[in-house]
Every structure is written in structure tokens, then in C-alpha cells.
């Protein structure tokens, strides 16, 4: 089966009821999409991704994302952490996240939000070694700074929509990482995203939607057609299978390898996901 390790099933796209998120889970279970993994951007969606997880078979990660640290108060922190300890034990809670550093957005780039950022970055990690669990990370033109605070913070887990250079992946490898591709690696202009999926390890591959966002290539619709009145695809789950298979011809391997391959991968990156994936 394929293993989504990324998707924001609770997003507004999917509707108030979530009505479209169970018919997007459903056609993406009959594609062969057998988990995916739904994380938390903020204190007042923990509830939400837990809720739809338990209804869906699916799994969840708790944390607040580096574009909600605006609006998130230090007791957002103590949250998390009373959070993280009364589903200790929940078998479908399987990492913090998604918490990490955007250096992309102009307003997240001023010295105070970068340090804000980075006081909320650690702190998460903290809480992930304090429960042993890893984390799904945010990297936007913040590779160097998150491993920065790995090597003093050390915890293992999936750099999410990785499009960094070689470098910067072999370092995230090899503290343990794995990393996340999806619908960014199936436009033919993405040339060194796509050069890392074609010729990094097998080993160092996860596959992910980011639903809704991220949209492949087939779904895309540029500003132009948009102002012209057509609209943009929604990206699910259901696009993981495709996605792959741009992967494994990127690759020059079969399609079943690679979802084998991505899948064990996606176990060791988020180890309790193996006891959900026995009974998928």
C-alpha cells in the first residue's frame, strides 16, 4: 500500500463537515492509500486531526506550525505538551508536528518573528524527546537554521516537502531523517527537486500530498486560467499513487518498488505507524 505521510484532511477546502475530506480518504483507499497522516498547524485544530484520524483509520501529529507563531501564545506551548501526554497512548498520535522554520514568508522574516520562531521550534523539540516521538518538519528556505538546532536538539522524523540542496539532504539523512516529496517534483521546471528524487538513496524517500496544497502538476492552474474563471484542482490523497509513479520513472524503477520502498521508509520514520499499518 501507499502511505500519505502529509495531508491536511481538516483544511477548509475539504468543507465545514468534512463531508469532502471522507470522499477524498475514500478514493484514495481504493488507489491503493492505505494511511495517511494528518498534522496539527495550531492549539485550536489538536481535537480536529485527532477526531478525524480515529474516523478515518488514519493517524495524526500534534504541534503548531511555524506560520501560525503569530498568533500562538506561549501557552499554546503547555497545550501541546498536555496534549502530547493525555493521547500517550493513543497508537494513532505518531509525532510533533507540523513545527519547523519559513523563512519564505516576508512577515516571518523579521528578526523578532525569526526568533519567535526559532523559541517555538525548540521548544517543540524539547517536547518531542520528552515523549519519544519524532517530528514532521517545515523546511522553507530554512534548512541550515533546522539543522542547526537538530545537531543541539537531536530527534529523527520526515523533513516535509524537502526541496533543498544535496548537501543540505545528506545532513538531514544522516541525522536520521527521511525526506518528503510530492506533487512539487512532477513539474518538469522543478530540475534540482527532481534530480534529488531521481538520485538520492531509496532509503531517504517519503511520499506526501500536502492536501490540499501542493497540487501536481496535472492539477495546477496558473493565475491566468484562474482569473479567466477555472478553477484549481484540489489536491487529496487519492494523487499519492500518480505522484509515485513520476517518482519511480524519475527513478528507472518499477512503481511496486517504490511504493514498498516508501512505505518502509514512512514505518521507520514514524515508527508507530507499523502497528496501524498491520491492520490497514
Request: net charge neutral; proline share 6%.
Amino acid at each position: 500500500m501507499w502511505i500519505d505521510t502529509h495531508c491536511h484532511l481538516d483544511a477548509p477546502e475539504f468543507g465545514a463537515d468534512h463531508a469532502l475530506t471522507f470522499e477524498a480518504r475514500q478514493r484514495a483507499s481504493e488507489r491503493g492509500v492505505g494511511l495517511c497522516v494528518i498534522p496539527a498547524v495550531m492549539r485550536a485544530n489538536f481535537d480536529t486531526v485527532r477526531t478525524l484520524a480515529h474516523r478515518l483509520g488514519d493517524a495524526y501529529a500534534l504541534g503548531i506550525h511555524p506560520l501560525c507563531v503569530p498568533q500562538a501564545g506561549d501557552d499554546d506551548l503547555a497545550a501541546l505538551d498536555a496534549a502530547l501526554t493525555a493521547h500517550r497512548d493513543d497508537p494513532r498520535l505518531v509525532a510533533v508536528g507540523e513545527i519547523g522554520l519559513d523563512f519564505f514568508v516576508p512577515a516571518l522574516c523579521t528578526p523578532e518573528m525569526r526568533e519567535r520562531q526559532a523559541f517555538f521550534y525548540r521548544a517543540q523539540l524539547r517536547l518531542a524527546r520528552r515523549h519519544g516521538l519524532p517530528v514532521i518538519v517545515h523546511v522553507r528556505r530554512s534548512a541550515d537554521h533546522l539543522l542547526k538546532h537538530l545537531r543541539e536538539l537531536p530527534v529523527a522524523g520526515i523533513a516535509h516537502a524537502f526541496n533543498g540542496s544535496e548537501q543540505q539532504a545528506r545532513s538531514f539523512l544522516d541525522m536520521g531523517f527521511k525526506l518528503g516529496f510530492g506533487g512539487a517534483c512532477t513539474f518538469d521546471a522543478a530540475r534540482q527537486l527532481r534530480r534529488l528524487a531521481a538520485g538520492l538513496p531509496l532509503s531517504a524517500l517519503v511520499l506526501e500530498t500536502d492536501a490540499p496544497d501542493m497540487a501536481p502538476q496535472w492539477l495546477y492552474v496558473t493565475v491566468q486560467a484562474r482569473a479567466g474563471g477555472r478553477a484549481q484542482g484540489i489536491n487529496t490523497p487519492a494523487e499519492l499513487p500518480r505522484i509515485g509513479a513520476v517518482v519511480a520513472d524519475l527513478r528507472g524503477s518499477p512503481v511496486e518498488e517504490l511504493m514498498r520502498a516508501t512505505t518502509s521508509n514512512a514505518l521507520a520514520a514514524l515508527p508507530r505507524l507499523a502497528a496501524l499499518e498491520a491492520v490497514s
